[in-house]
């Protein structure tokens, strides 16, 4: 099984070859990645050429954003199974792909697997100071504003073409439309990995601060009013307001 992996980057010198490198060490040998860049001005580019006669694919232009960039790796991808990995992000050990790909094999019947990610700061990559578990996530837990964890999301190729790729008119929470679309809308059959796969920087569109909070809710209730699903701020809110233990826990 060939699993493609993307990495989508802008300005990230600081980060990106972190990245690259908890790609190229995995100990899964039939791996596809691509680095689809955006025009990088701060000296991403010249960290990433050093890594290009090991990447399958790597290009830098000018897109319409994340989402857009993210589509056309996607798209360039040739391998059975997709999963992507953030600039800013890190596989947690080596035998991850490994882990996903055995997965797979073992679970014919699948067709996608999702696991947990933990949250990390820049400056402290390795301390884990927030844990977002998927273990009991439902698909009727999205009219909560609740997911499984994205970055850890890998799944058949075939379905994005079945089923379509990000939205690039999101600004935040195309990753939740998609993922409404695939599991809750389609019903794609999934599978928990009962395991931290993704260590995560703290920071990103989606962890940064009040204003990231309502604009990704106002956005989730846009998705879920669009597919017929129960929507409105208070059931949104109202997950902030209860710690599930199996989402949320904190790390020492």
Sequence with gaps: ?????????????????RAINSVLNQTYSNIEYIVVDGASTDGTVD?????????????????????????????????????????????????????IAATFAQQPQIDCVYGDVGFVKNERPDKIVRYYSSAIFKPGLFTRGFMPAHPTFFCYKRFFDLHGYYRTDLDIAADFDLLVRFLKVNALRSFYIPQMLVKMNLGGKSTNGLSSTLKINREIKKILTEQNLPSGYLRLYSRYLVKVQEFWKNKN
Excluded: C, P
């Excluded at 493609?4 to 990106?16: D, E, K, L, P």
């Excluded at 694919?57 to 589509?71: I, Q, T």
């Excluded at 991808?77 to 882990?99: Q, Y």
């Design 47 to 99: 960290v990433i050429n050093k890594y290009a006669h090991r990447l399958s694919r790597f290009v830098s232009e000018k897109d319409a954003g994340m989402y857009d960039a993210l589509n056309k790796g996607i798209k360039m991808s040739t391998g059975d199974v997709v999963g992507i990995l953030h600039a800013d992000d890190v596989f947690t050990n080596e035998r991850v792909i490994e882990t």
């Design 1 to 17: 099984m060939k699993i493609s992996i993307i990495t989508v980057v802008y300005n990230r010198a600081q980060t990106i070859e």
